[in-house]
């Protein structure tokens, strides 16, 4: 097969000279005298309470342009319609790519190898339904006779840092049952949540889409024990759910057959809170909220399936992203949620972003020759601001932001919202505008500062701006809006990955990690074979004369 050079191609070509000619050095104070930006580089979505102002962008309308010709030469909406009808997009594994299928509220068919998928996920739903109902209305109960208080999620990955997040970001509805998540091999992780917990009364869930994941197996292992010794074999069946779709596994693991939520190997392990990995979910703030956020990744679905290039929401973040990580050289992309509630929402994004185009083989198995997926971080504001803000501002490197913020608080508290939004504003305005030399200068005589002073100090005070942002303003974080907001992300990224030509749905990257720790395992118990670099070697001595 011949190379494809998409470096070659005339819409790099006029996206390069484009750069190098006009917006190298161009700044967006300029940008912003000329028209109504914010008109021209937005998108307002009243029905799902959505407004995404690209506006602080360092692009004019030609750009806009440019970057819509190479995304529409990228054919992202030809490859959409192959995810969402069940092609196998996913060609090194030889998957279909179909979390859209678990939120296809029409219910319209859906087929993998000619066999219609949706009555199988719809019974799927129907279970973690009546699970989650019986678990809050105690029709479930545990081996003694108690009321279920406490789930715990035993999982890793995507079978647990989008449930997790999903938890977190909705914690405000939740009423009649606790959720934890032990993720981690390190036995602190299950040692912390267990010294909590009373078996009586605690459902594990145990989250795995393989079920041969060894933080999981270890971590379900630990809790079966825990359980047995306290209340013996019998118990296991009253307080041990697995989600899977690897049924013969869970089986073995000794669950009960009833108490199998099945999924599929069309849904990625990143791209599964949709699926029964939502449970914890459901038992937390109800099905009804659970169905809510389907709804909401499936109005975003629409959206991005049906809505012209221009105004498409997904693809106008992923030809930004494009823009300053290919042109710009910007390395990194940080996300900053004004909401507490979204904590760990930057580190569900780092998995669901990075696991899927931290890649550099193309649609033709050659090199890429080109920057793909960027690294993501992020923390949320206002706590953000008093850490690593700095940098941001005034440091030598150059990140585009999201931020995101929410126009009516979950709960209002004093003024504290205003005060928190107020900053969500500051922000992208300082980053994008700074403050001048002749600005510093008269701030500093108004101030009174000795002319000594001011020539001391000026250089320090002075902001470049020209720091690009995206401003996402949702009324109200609802399941629905949330639902909204993920999806959003996972079609950047699917996007982005159609841009880089690269295959956003496999983790090769991942295994090598696993199979070296396999051999390392033993030799942490019987002693080292003399058979690693000097390095690992003398660590693992280490390791094992001090323990
Ligand atoms: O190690 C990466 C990974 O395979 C992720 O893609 C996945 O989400 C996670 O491990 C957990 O896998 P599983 O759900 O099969 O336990």
Known sequence: ???????????????????????????????????????????????????????????????????????????????????????????????????????NRSNRPVYVDGKDVMPQINAVLSKMEKLSNDLRTGKWIGFTGKRITDVVNIGIGGSDLGPKMVCEALKYYADVINVHFVSNIDGADIYEVLKKLNPQTTLFIIASKTFTTLETITNALTAREWLIDQLGGKAVVNHFVALSTNVKKVKEFGIDENNIFEFWNFVGGRYSLWSAIGLSICCYIGFEKFAELLEGAYYIDQHFLNTPYEKNIPIIMAVLGFWYNNFFNSSTCAVLPYSQY??????????????????????????????????????????????????????????????????????????????????????????????????VIAKLNQAGFSQEDIKVLTNHKIFDGNRPTNSMLISSLTAKTLGALIALYEHKIFAQGIIWRINSFDQWGVELGKVLANVILPELKNGSKNTHDSSTENLIKIFNSNK
Not at 16 to 38: C, P, S, V, W
Not at 45 to 52: E, L
Not at 362 to 382: A, C, H, L, M, S
């Open 1 to 103: 097969m011949c190379k494809f050079e998409l470096k070659s191609t005339s819409c790099w070509q006029n996206l390069q000279k484009h750069y190098n000619e006009e917006m190298k050095t161009i700044h967006l104070r300029d940008l912003f005298k000329n028209g109504n930006r914010f008109n021209e580089f937005s998108v307002s979505d009243n029905s799902i309470g959505i407004t995404f102002d690209y506006s602080k962008n360092i692009i004019n309308s030609k750009t806009f342009k440019l970057l819509m010709d190479f995304a529409k030469e990228a054919k992202i909406s030809e490859y959409a319609r192959k995810m969402f009808s069940g092609e196998k997009i996913n060609w090194t594994e030889k998957r279909a790519v179909l979390h859209t299928a678990l939120r």
């Open 342 to 439: 979204l904590h760990t929402f930057a580190a569900y994004l780092q998995q669901s972003d990075m696991e899927s185009n931290g890649k550099t083989i193309d649609f033709e198995n050659n090199r890429v020759n080109y920057q793909t997926g960027p690294i993501i971080w992020g923390q949320p504001g206002t706590n953000g601001q008093h850490s690593f803000y700095q940098l941001l501002h005034q440091g030598t490197k150059f990140i585009p932001c999201d931020f995101i913020g929410y126009i009516n608080p979950v709960k209002k508290v004093g003024d504290h919202h205003e005060k928190l939004m107020a900053n969500y504003f500051a922000q992208t305005q300082a980053l994008a505008f700074g403050l001048t030399r002749e600005q």
